[in-house]
């Protein structure tokens, strides 16, 4: 299996997990969208050096991932995947802030430390918790819902489209690596000159199959906007769950919760 | 069509110079070599690309830029490539998309998606994403989607390339019983001899033969000039089985 295999395989594993029956897969789509927002916008909305104040999310997204029935296996190896992003932006946050400012123990920690820790924390939070999203809502739905909440038509279409072709495009890149493998089979990987000729003709390629598929739009009657017909309903369940999660969320953000834990503990 | 003809921008010639009429409920075949323009008379056909030459009328229609709305509401067309057709989420919602545009309410957008769904066999795959189908069953919601928008003529290109038996045979008895216009494209000529009453013969952008399959599709010396050859069950089987 090449990485590009792998990758898609993954892709289709969270679109599968989007199929199971859980209670929160049968919430509705928006009420997920709402509340997964509110939850990103608590988690950027925490300062550099809060490391503590963020982690009572933990608790939410534990919930969420209960609820949803996804093997939890899965959510590791995604974040896993990523997390070199949240790595390479913090990484040199230790040399620019050296000042100590916890101690523990013996050991002292400088700012840096504090803030590279807190970014790779609050990436994996929003991480996760897009992933739940996605795994426990499906593209289509969250697209449908995105729409609903006032998106611009342009930009759902767009990300409709971009999921649908995501695995065509990844297709035709893995065929071009095996056919390119099976007539060069010492050299494992193409040479910078190959990689540029396969990159002209893979945008070629793409922009073909685009006009096609903008020729088999417009044959059904295409008008510049897709009209999802995924059915969406708000019911009390819905309600109740936007309610206790922006309610949880804000009292994470306007309550220092473990500080308030620690002084009852004291 | 009328002297149709057709050039591309980088000026070459696709059609020089298409005349036939087909009538309601007539099945016919397209056949031709590789870029002899059977493509390109079925995007004609549904107003892809407009005739440099010539006129083309679907109905009471001549297809244009102002009548196109009305044109693709009659023609239905099923590409060769059901990647280029299947664009959304699901089977359902590709299905769908049609009927949605034509702003059709949703109860009778269900029933329309269920019944072509139905009509292909392909009931079972609702929920499924598009793009983890099979061929066969790629091709078969390919097929659905143009069905759903209840078209009064069936145009389609290629549409047994990559099937298996089977599924090509189940595609042939269903093309039998579609009683609308059917116009189809195709380097299986056994397919359109099973399946099209009349055939079309192209070469090089022109219409080099027009009349009964049966008797088109057996005369060799047309098929060669055609650049093909006889159908597979007219050629003598070179395998004489054991007894």
């Known amino acids: 299996m090449t990485p590009i295999d792998r ?31 509110g939850f990103l916008v608590t988690v950027a909305s925490f300062g550099r050096h809060q490391l503590l104040q963020p982690l009572p999310l933990v608790i939410l997204l534990s919930a969420g991932w209960a609820l949803s029935e996804i093997p939890v296996r899965s959510l590791g190896f995604r974040l896993a995947i990523a997390s070199p992003v949240a790595v390479l932006i913090g990484m040199w946050n230790p040399l620019f802030e050296p000042e100590p400012m916890l101690r523990l123990g013996s050991m002292v920690v400088s700012a840096g430390w504090v803030s590279f820790l807190s970014i790779l924390e609050r990436f994996l939070l929003g991480m996760a918790a897009v992933l739940l999203l996605i795994g426990s809502t499906g593209v289509d739905a969250v697209a449908a819902a995105l729409g609903r909440l006032g998106v611009p038509r342009v930009l759902v279409t767009q990300l409709l489209l971009l999921y649908r072709y995501v695995f065509v495009l990844a297709a035709e890149v893995e065929r071009m690596l095996r056919a390119h493998s099976l007539r060069a089979p010492n050299r494992p990987r193409p040479e910078l000159r190959t990689v540029r000729s396969m990159l002209g003709e893979l945008l070629l390629r793409s922009l073909a199959r685009a006009e096609r598929v903008h020729a088999a739009m417009l044959c059904r009657g295409f008008a510049g906007e897709l009209r999802a017909v995924t059915p969406l309903r708000l019911g009390l369940g819905d309600a109740l769950f936007v309610l206790a999660g922006l309610g949880f969320l804000a009292l994470v953000r306007l309550a220092d919760l473990p500080r308030a834990i620690g002084n009852l503990l004291r | 069509m009328r002297g149709v003809r057709f050039t591309f921008p980088d000026g070459s010639e696709a059609l020089r110079g298409v005349d036939f009429t087909i009538h309601h409920g007539e099945s016919v075949g397209l056949v031709g070599a590789n870029g002899a323009g059977k493509s390109s008379i079925l995007l004609h056909l549904a107003g892809v690309y407009l005739a440099s030459e010539g006129e083309v009328r679907v109905g009471d229609w001549p297809v244009s830029r102002s009548t196109l709305v009305e044109v693709r509401r009659r023609v239905g067309l099923v590409f060769q490539d059901p990647d280029d057709q299947l664009f959304m989420p699901t089977v359902f919602q590709d299905v769908a998309f049609g009927p949605a545009n034509q702003h059709l309410p949703p109860p009778e957008i269900e029933q329309r998606v269920g019944e072509a769904l139905a009509h292909v066999g392909a009931e079972h795959l609702g929920q499924r994403p598009s793009h ?35 599924t090509r045979r189940r595609l042939i008895r269903w093309l039998g019983s579609f009683e609308h216009t059917r116009i189809v494209a195709s380097h299986d000529l056994d397919l359109v001899l099973d399946s099209c009453e009349r055939t079309l013969v192209l070469a090089a952008g022109r219409i080099i033969a027009d009349g009964p399959t049966w008797s088109l599709l057996t005369d060799a010396a047309l098929l060669e000039r055609a650049g093909l050859e006889l159908p597979l069950r007219l050629q003598g089987s070179p395998v004489t089985p054991h007894r």
């Open chain 1, 7 to 37: 990758a898609i395989s993954h892709l289709h594993s969270l679109d599968a997990s989007a199929r199971l029956d859980s209670p929160l897969g049968r919430l509705d789509a928006r009420a997920k969208v709402l509340v997964t927002l």
């Open chain 2, 132 to 166: 983890r189908l099979s061929g066969g069953e790629r091709r078969a919601v390919a097929l659905a989607t143009v069905l759903a928008l209840h078209p009064d003529i069936l145009l389609l290109d290629e549409p047994s390339a990559g099937l298996d038996p089977m």
